[in-house]
């Protein structure tokens, strides 16, 4: 091959670009692999956290659009405070690659990380050390309680799961599937679980509470949960199979939107069945999720404030900095999406196009 060639040197420079550009005057984003993860910042840089302090979001993963709001209103947050945001996560959900990228962020001596964690164990460790030389790290979204980490910002995903299996039994009341007060349904309906990533604390928290609560008020046959390591194409796979495969399957629960990222046209069979009569519940009120209920291929839509997790955690790491106390945990509120609803939330909800 020759190098010379024009095209050649364009898609060059276009990998460049993709893997550490970043636009003159916007927070800087980036996505593994890292730099040399032993060039420590100089002695003058630091002298610059003083003046201008970086605090850096690790999202589990950048090719997730749910945590857009996150990254918008932090950096809005980060604006108005006078702090440096730094966008910097792997590209897709990688727990190794999240440890290497908070020892990179701690070696760069940046002032804050907030950070949602893939694993909240293998984590640990990582957290642990930042605090200890003095860069102070919060997580949003996913916890790790065990860690020394200075608060959580995020969603009483507990109380999410609990939203989520009390919006099924409504459905199921109003399409006459409850069994009279009393008796004894002659079949439990069958339900299955939809999640992202096994270790991920958040959505195992959701699961715990949705299988608690719906326990209480039904007779439900759970199948194996199924995890798509939060991959839309692997939800899309998992969900056709387990359609295809269960021809009484009544219910999915989804931890995660996941599935409504992807374009109609590829679930086919999940669609299939939802006009046969299957009911689905998800957490996450996107816009593509919104636009999949709007056309009936979801039910039950249960959503997270992202908005406020991006803004509330900048606000916090820039008190914490400023040696203030900070809470432990904040929990940013849910929402309930409605039939009669759906519409206003769709209007006041971003789309964010995915390319």
Same mark, same amino acid.
């Not at 593994?32 to 002695?43: T, V």
């Not at 190794?96 to 990380?113: N, S, T």
């Not at 907030?114 to 957290?127: G, K, M, T, V």
């Not at 939060?230 to 989804?254: A, E, K, N, V």
């Given at each position: 091959?020759?190098?010379?060639?024009?095209?050649?040197?364009?898609?060059?420079?276009?990998?460049?670009?993709? $893997?550490?550009?970043?636009?003159?005057?916007?927070?800087?984003?980036?996505?593994?692999?890292?730099?040399?993860?032993?060039?420590?910042?100089?002695?003058?840089?630091?002298?610059?956290?003083?003046? =201008?302090?970086? /605090?850096? /979001?690790?999202?589990?993963?950048?090719?997730?659009?749910?945590?857009?709001?996150?990254?918008?209103?932090? #950096? *809005? =947050?980060?604006?108005?405070?006078?702090? %440096?945001?730094?966008?910097?996560?792997?590209?897709?959900?990688?727990?190794?690659?999240?440890?290497?990228?908070?020892?990179?962020?701690?070696?760069?001596?940046?002032?804050?990380?907030?950070?949602?964690?893939?694993?909240? /164990?293998? @984590? =640990?460790?990582?957290?642990?050390?930042?605090?200890?030389?003095?860069?102070?790290?919060?997580?949003?979204?996913?916890?790790?309680?065990?860690?020394? *980490?200075?608060?959580?910002?995020?969603?009483?995903?507990?109380? @999410?799961?609990?939203?989520?299996?009390?919006?099924?039994?409504?459905?199921?009341?109003?399409? %006459? @599937? $409850?069994?009279?007060?009393?008796?004894?349904?002659? %079949?439990? @309906?069958?339900?299955?679980?939809?999640?992202?990533?096994?270790?991920?604390?958040?959505?195992?928290?959701?699961?715990?509470?949705?299988?608690?609560?719906?326990?209480? #008020?039904?007779?439900?046959?759970?199948?194996?949960?199924?995890?798509?390591?939060?991959?839309?194409?692997?939800?899309?796979? $998992?969900?056709? #199979?387990?359609?295809?495969?269960?021809? %009484?399957?009544?219910?999915?629960?989804?931890?995660?939107?996941?599935?409504?990222?992807?374009?109609?046209?590829?679930?086919?069979?999940?669609?299939?069945?939802?006009?046969?009569?299957?009911?689905?519940?998800?957490?996450?009120?996107?816009?593509?999720?919104?636009?999949?209920?709007?056309?009936?291929?979801?039910?039950?839509?249960?959503?997270?404030?992202?908005?406020?997790?991006?803004?509330?955690?900048? =606000?916090?790491?820039?008190?914490?900095? *400023?040696?203030? #106390?900070?809470? &432990? $945990?904040?929990?940013?509120?849910?929402? &309930?999406?409605?039939?009669?609803?759906?519409?206003?939330?769709?209007?006041?909800? &971003?789309?964010?196009?995915? *390319?």
């Amino acid at each position: 091959m020759n190098a010379s060639k024009p095209g050649v040197a364009l898609a060059a420079a276009a990998a460049l670009l993709l $893997l550490f550009g970043c636009s003159a005057g916007r927070p800087s984003e980036r996505a593994a692999p890292l730099p040399p993860m032993d060039k420590a910042r100089s002695g003058s840089e630091k002298a610059d956290v003083a003046v =201008e302090p970086t /605090i850096s /979001i690790v999202p589990k993963s950048l090719d997730n659009p749910i945590f857009l709001d996150a990254k918008e209103a932090a #950096q *809005r =947050e980060g604006k108005k405070l006078g702090v %440096h945001i730094d966008w910097v996560g792997p590209f897709s959900t990688d727990t190794r690659r999240q440890i290497e990228i908070v020892r990179w962020l701690i070696k760069r001596h940046v002032a804050g990380i907030l950070i949602s964690c893939n694993n909240p /164990i293998a @984590l =640990e460790p990582a957290i642990d050390e930042g605090i200890a030389a003095g860069v102070k790290i919060a997580t949003f979204d996913s916890d790790s309680p065990d860690s020394k *980490r200075l608060f959580y910002v995020g969603t009483d995903n507990s109380a @999410l799961g609990s939203a989520a299996a009390s919006t099924l039994v409504g459905i199921l009341r109003a399409r %006459h @599937l $409850l069994p009279a007060p009393g008796t004894v349904p002659e %079949h439990p @309906l069958t339900a299955v679980i939809v999640s992202g990533r096994r270790e991920a604390y958040n959505l195992d928290e959701r699961i715990s509470a949705f299988k608690s609560t719906a326990s209480r #008020q039904l007779d439900l046959r759970f199948l194996p949960t199924l995890y798509s390591n939060d991959s839309i194409s692997r939800t899309i796979d $998992l969900t056709g #199979q387990i359609t295809d495969s269960h021809p %009484h399957l009544s219910i999915i629960f989804f931890t995660g939107g996941w599935l409504f990222y992807a374009p109609i046209e590829s679930m086919k069979g999940y669609a299939a069945w939802i006009r046969s009569g299957g009911i689905a519940v998800t957490i996450d009120a996107t816009y593509p999720v919104l636009t999949a209920a709007k056309r009936g291929l979801v039910q039950g839509v249960i959503g997270q404030n992202f908005r406020q997790m991006g803004r509330i955690g900048v =606000e916090m790491l820039y008190r914490a900095i *400023r040696g203030e #106390q900070v809470p &432990k $945990l904040i929990y940013t509120g849910i929402s &309930k999406v409605t039939k009669g609803d759906l519409a206003s939330f769709l209007r006041k909800t &971003k789309n964010y196009e995915i *390319r």
